[in-house]
């Protein structure tokens, strides 16, 4: 009989009840190791410390910042804490939370959302405050990077004690074959060298169809105790150096994992700060969230091939087929009931797979390769099977709907059934705030005015009653709940002075955006605000469409160069762009976040519409509905807060330094005249703001012949 597979959410889930745990006042002075808690200074000269060994100056925010941390690790109260760009706010979050790990020898995690962030904490940041605060400790704290199994080499595959796949691509292309052989070489060179194994030291880099081949996820790890190069492992090196750190440096996929899964990833630590937290629930529900192909049935198919009888793996192979013809007839979209085509393609799916599962599991002697092979086949068919059987349960109305399940088709890519969780904030006040101290940290947490809207996706209780702005996205109050996490939300500002040295621009007078690419009058303000800024220009489009529409345009109007994302690579064109001041960049999504260019290469952000989500996004439409049931307002809770978060983050791009200068534009006209306008400017930093193009126009091309005065 297919076994159950636990849910991913649960709307309704509380914390573990507070008899259960010892009061914040007295666990926080019980070192987790049971030896005395060191002597050591407090935050305020630790802080002052790091700050005058890295050459910086200190700033009001930054220790404010850090007085709050330090609240928020000795009493378990959980802090959001946002801090505008300048104000330090690695730094502020370090420090307490080195004192603390080296004070009760215990292990704080930090988390992350992008690669850029987790190399400029482990090769910069971690490294100068150790320096720093060495001697003020009485010893140099400890620091180290954890990725999830996929990111290091996995030695066993390159020593050739694992079957190698076929590439499907290389079956039919003697050239992909042939570059393939070339990277994979490359790769066991590498291994010669390389002292972690890990992914992103290796420049330039190889394509994933490469390292597929000599790397593995965590259920396809043989064990450390049964692998031929267990002792030497990449992947277990790294999680034994992480064990003895100090502080953990790790990204928000690897501790959604960690609260996800039963057996924990992330060594035993009772504080985490999760920097970057706007993303925390994206990030989340995409580890969350389950898909089934044809392809990776086919996988699986292949993989129990080689261990379990050719007419029981034959059956998977033939329920794969089955499902890629239901999919091939399916349109792409949410789907509120499950159609029997499909489901009874799922289901022989899942028993096909559930065949394969039974034999796999029975142990039996092995030599290291038909072990390898066997765990390999198990770790695809047991997440095929429990996939299967968590969509066929998403529609068993009586257990309530917790799942979205829709039809995604995209390009070059084969069709999909995919499920995700309705919310995720049950899980993270189960899973994550009811078993550590939680500090979040950000730019831009406070949308709308109010931590609340995020607090409610993080399955936190609204923090105060504050006096919303218009149209504001609330929900109806939840029933009061004396076991709810206790937080605190503070915002410490940034020290640069926003109205004094940029300006919002809504162009109040263009038309509505439209569904078919940049109108004319839209490509003719565009034209008008890059000339004037003389270049120095960032465009972040909604799509791919409009940015390349805008890029090919302004080619043959403007005599500055324009760029365009996939042009290059994205690290490419930021870097051609920032070294470039006449040059402006367009592009989509990735561009919205982590922009950095200081000084005159960027003066000027321009942004073509409020990036709401497409209103056919299955999982945005389905929260919104659920928000909507409740009686709150669906449109603002979610599709509102997804466009406050990107404006604020591409607002963000402007000013990077207390030098800079320079203009937000926003084209779409909305943000001056709909109802929700309040709430997203609320979002915004405090930009004097106009709506007169005249007046930006004039501002811009001041700044243009300033900076070309004093030779940038």
């Not at 636990?6 to 745990?21: G, R, T, Y």
């Not at 002792?231 to 990204?251: G, H, K, P, W, Y």
């Not at 922009?595 to 945005?620: C, E």
């Not at 930009?687 to 005249?694: A, G, N, S, V």
Request: contains cysteine.
């Amino acid at each position: 009989m297919p076994r159950s597979v636990p849910q991913w959410s649960d709307p309704n889930a509380f914390a573990p009840d507070e008899d259960d745990q010892l009061p914040p006042e007295i666990a926080a002075d019980l070192p987790a190791t049971g030896t005395p808690a060191r002597e050591v200074p407090d935050v305020p000269t630790l802080l002052k410390a790091a700050v005058e060994a890295v050459g910086g100056v200190e700033r009001a925010g930054q220790l404010r910042m850090a007085e709050a941390v330090e609240r928020s690790i000795t009493t378990g109260e959980h802090l959001a804490v946002q801090a505008g760009t300048g104000t330090g706010k690695s730094l502020a979050y370090l420090v307490p939370a080195v004192r603390h790990a080296v004070r009760k020898n215990a292990t704080v995690v930090i988390s992350t959302s992008t690669i850029a962030l987790q190399r400029q904490l482990v090769d910069r940041d971690l490294p100068r405050l150790a320096d720093a605060l060495a001697s003020e400790l009485g010893r140099r704290p400890t620091f180290a990077i954890l990725k999830g199994r996929r990111n290091y080499l996995c030695l066993n595959r390159l020593y050739g004690n694992a079957p190698q796949e076929p590439d499907e691509a290389a079956l039919f292309d003697p050239s992909a074959a042939s570059s393939l052989e070339r990277q994979v070489k490359r790769l066991r060179e590498w291994a010669q060298d390389t002292d972690t194994g890990d992914r992103d030291e290796l420049v330039p880099g190889v394509s994933e169809r490469a390292w597929r081949q000599v790397s593995v996820t965590a259920r396809e790890c043989l064990g450390a105790h049964r692998c031929p190069a267990g002792d030497e492992c990449f992947a277990e090196l790294a999680r034994a150096s992480a064990a003895q750190a100090d502080i953990v440096v790790t990204n928000h996929s690897l501790l959604a994992i960690d609260a996800l899964d039963e057996r924990p990833v992330l060594p035993e630590h009772e504080v985490v700060v999760i920097d970057e937290a706007h993303d925390l629930v994206d990030r989340v529900t995409s580890a969350a969230t389950g898909e089934l192909t044809a392809r990776a049935a086919r996988l699986a198919a292949r993989r129990c091939g080689r261990v379990v009888p050719d007419k029981v793996a034959d059956r998977l192979d033939e329920a794969a087929d089955g499902l890629e013809l239901v999919l091939e007839d399916a349109p792409p979209g949410r789907l509120d009931a499950l159609p029997e085509s499909l489901g009874g393609a799922v289901a022989a799916l899942r028993d096909a797979a559930w065949s394969c599962l039974s034999l796999l599991g029975q142990e039996r002697k092995e030599d290291v390769e038909e072990s390898s092979a066997r765990k390999l086949a198990l770790a695809v068919t047991e997440e095929l099977h429990d996939t299967a059987v968590r969509l066929l349960e998403a529609f068993d109305e009586d257990a309530g709907r917790r799942d979205v399940v829709w039809i995604a088709s995209e390009p070059n890519r084969p069709p999909a059934v995919r499920i995700a969780p309705l919310w995720v904030g049950g899980l993270l006040r189960e899973r994550l705030f009811g078993k550590r101290t939680v500090v979040l940290a950000s730019a831009t947490l406070a949308l709308g005015g109010s931590f609340d809207t995020l607090a409610r996706q993080w399955g936190l209780p609204p923090q105060q009653k504050a006096q919303p702005v218009p149209e504001v996205a609330t929900e109806k109050e939840p029933p009061h709940d004396h076991s709810a996490p206790k937080w605190t939300g503070l915002d410490v500002g940034s020290p640069f002075d926003h109205r004094r040295s940029g300006i919002l621009y809504i162009a109040r007078h263009l038309p509505p955006p439209g569904r078919d690419g940049l109108p004319d009058a839209y490509l003719a303000e565009l034209r008008e605000l890059v000339r004037a800024a003389g270049g120095r220009t960032l465009g972040l489009f909604s799509s791919m469409r409009a940015a390349r529409q805008a890029a090919e345009t302004l080619r043959t109007e403007l005599d500055t160069p324009v760029l365009c994302q996939g042009d290059d690579s994205t690290a490419q064109l930021v870097g051609e762009f920032a070294a470039s001041p006449e040059t402006s960049l367009f592009g989509t999504l990735s561009l919205w976040q982590g922009v950095d260019v200081p000084g005159p290469s960027l003066q000027l952000v321009v942004m073509d519409r409020i990036p709401f989500p497409r209103p056919d996004d299955p999982l945005a439409s389905a929260r919104q509905a659920a928000v909507s049931e409740r009686g709150g307002n669906g449109f603002l809770s979610v599709a509102g807060t997804h466009a406050a978060l990107l404006l604020a983050q591409g607002a963000g791009r402007l000013l990077r330094s207390p030098n800079d200068r320079g203009v937000v534009a926003v084209l779409d006209p909305r943000l001056a005249t709909a109802r929700y306008a309040g709430f997203l400017r609320a979002s915004l930093p405090p930009f004097w703001t106009t709506y007169d193009l005249e007046v930006v126009s004039g501002a811009l091309r001041r700044l243009d012949t300033a900076a070309r005065e004093a030779g940038s």
